[in-house]
């Protein structure tokens, strides 16, 4: 079975520049959720969906970030304009159900550096 | 803020002896704290899960023991084997609707 697949796996660009990461789910799974992790902060929850509807977004940074989730398998988070403490990691993660009790199947993560 | 907190960044750990990672969490309320796996260049992996209803959890090679008194969490691996080596993150389930994660203990299995 397909894991959480997320593009780019790398992402190298200039600050100012919009940056759109991308994230298709488990088939089958209803919750999304979109982390980011830097040496600082370490692994933050930034927003999750239930069922394609956005739950949380309290952890969104900024308004420079959004996400959407227009279906059932693919999500987008955006960051424009973007800015060099915007690199870190950022990850994807899908599980069965909203209840966080729910193992959380994590995406290889997309590595961004914004110069 | 409330924390969970890895106050070890890393461990090292002969192969075969049994290897100990803790967690301490500050939060007093109901909760559930799961430990997740990590590899470079992956994302993390689930492990195991406990409830604060129990005080251990029990799966193969991994046990989990939760401490509510003192608010710590252990994860004990034995034996401990080179296929463990990865940044191992303890997290919290925080009022239902949010995950916080500590920040990793990277353990090193030595042959």
């Known amino acids: 079975d397909a894991g959480v697949i997320q593009s780019p796996r790398h992402e190298v660009t200039e600050m100012g520049q919009e940056v759109t990461l991308r994230c298709k789910p488990i088939?089958?799974?209803?919750?999304l959720f979109w982390y980011r992790q830097t040496m600082m902060r370490g692994l933050e929850l930034l927003i999750y969906?239930?069922?394609?509807?956005?739950?949380?977004d309290s952890g969104m940074p900024e308004d420079r970030f959004s996400a959407k989730m227009p279906n059932a398998s693919f999500s987008t988070l955006k960051i424009q304009p973007s800015e060099p403490r915007d690199s870190a990691v950022y990850f994807c993660?899908?599980?069965?159900?909203?209840?966080?009790?729910?193992?959380?199947?994590f995406g290889d993560g997309t590595r961004l550096s914004i110069l | 803020d409330q924390q969970v907190k890895q106050n070890s960044p890393s461990l090292s750990v002969q192969e075969g002896r049994i290897s100990i990672l803790n967690c301490d969490y500050t939060?007093?309320?109901?909760?559930?704290f799961l430990w997740y796996k990590k590899y470079p260049a992956e994302g993390p992996t689930f492990l195991i899960s406990?409830?604060?209803?129990?005080d251990k959890n029990e799966d193969g090679r991994f046990t989990v023991f939760l401490n509510k008194s003192a608010k710590h969490l252990s994860l004990h691996i034995v034996p401990s084997q080179p296929g463990d080596s990865a940044v191992y993150f303890c997290?919290?389930?925080?009022?239902?609707?949010?995950?916080?994660f500590g920040q990793g203990t990277r353990l090193t299995i030595n042959p």
């Open positions: 993660a899908s599980s069965l159900t909203g209840d966080f009790n729910q193992p959380q199947h």
């Open positions: 088939s089958g799974h209803n919750s």
């Open positions: 969906f239930n069922n394609n509807v956005p739950i949380d």
């Open positions: 939060n007093s309320m109901f909760d559930y």
């Open positions: 406990i409830s604060s209803i129990k």
């Open positions: 997290a919290e389930i925080q009022g239902a609707q949010k995950l916080v």
